[in-house]
Antibody
């Protein structure tokens, strides 16, 4: 059974950093891209970014709103994806979901349950 | 403002059919058959309902169907049930970005 479990969320002050983890099981982690999507309270879904598999260079793509502040990485030996968030802003407050993908035709079937990040002084 | 435009809300009675539209441009919906739809219940993660415009993942009811015409994709739910009440998001690949785009979401109310 495929499972994705996010952790690391919490309350953090503006300007500080936080690292989220997405611990996975049930599939060959290294074969897949991994993404992060966020949802601000009462708002819609927003792509944060994703990291390709090593087969495709392990390169990353980011939304303009987080580029330069957020970094996605992966540890294929542990089957974990990370989202390092620096210089956090109040507008980064959201539930952060990791998901397996996107697939080549840009959809994601497996999602984690999400972890809440609150940026507030 | 979202790149894809969805109605904020739709409603229907049990047993009826409803359609949710998702309008984009020739850079996304109109140019590629890479449209997907997600269902999200309050406090839950999104669930993939349709991918590649009209394909249903295993386990998704055949009451859910997807289609596309020009720059507009549609999700149709037939035989509405109370459990269908949720938010629905469309998503598409776009040539204008290195990331996909989501619609703003549609709240479905089952009367």
């Amino acid at each position: 059974e495929v499972q994705l479990v996010e952790s690391g969320g919490g309350l953090v002050q503006p300007g500080r950093s936080l690292r989220l983890s997405c611990t996975t099981s049930g599939f060959t982690f290294g074969d897949f891209a991994m993404s992060w999507v966020r949802q601000a309270p009462g708002k819609g879904l927003e792509w944060v970014g994703f990291i390709r598999s090593k087969t495709y260079g392990g390169t990353t793509e980011y939304a303009a709103s987080v580029k330069g502040r957020f970094t996605i990485s992966r540890d294929d030996s542990k089957s974990i994806a990370y989202l390092q968030m620096n210089s956090l802003k109040t507008e980064d407050t959201a539930v952060y979901y990791c998901n397996r993908g996107p697939a080549t035709t840009w959809y994601s079937y497996y999602w984690g349950q999400g972890t809440l990040v609150t940026v507030s002084s | 403002q979202s790149a894809l435009t969805q109605p904020a809300s739709v409603s229907g009675s049990p047993g009826q059919s409803i359609t949710i539209s998702c309008t984009g441009t020739s850079s996304d919906i109109g140019g590629y058959n890479y449209v997907s739809w997600y269902q999200q219940h309050p406090g839950k993660a999104p669930k993939l309902m349709i991918y590649d415009v009209s394909n249903r993942p295993s386990g998704v009811s055949n009451r859910f169907s997807g289609s596309k015409s020009g720059n507009t994709a549609s999700l149709t739910i037939s035989g509405l049930q109370a459990e269908d009440e949720a938010d629905y998001y469309c998503s598409s690949y776009t040539s204008s970005s290195t990331l996909g785009v989501f619609g703003g979401g549609t709240k479905l109310t089952v009367l």
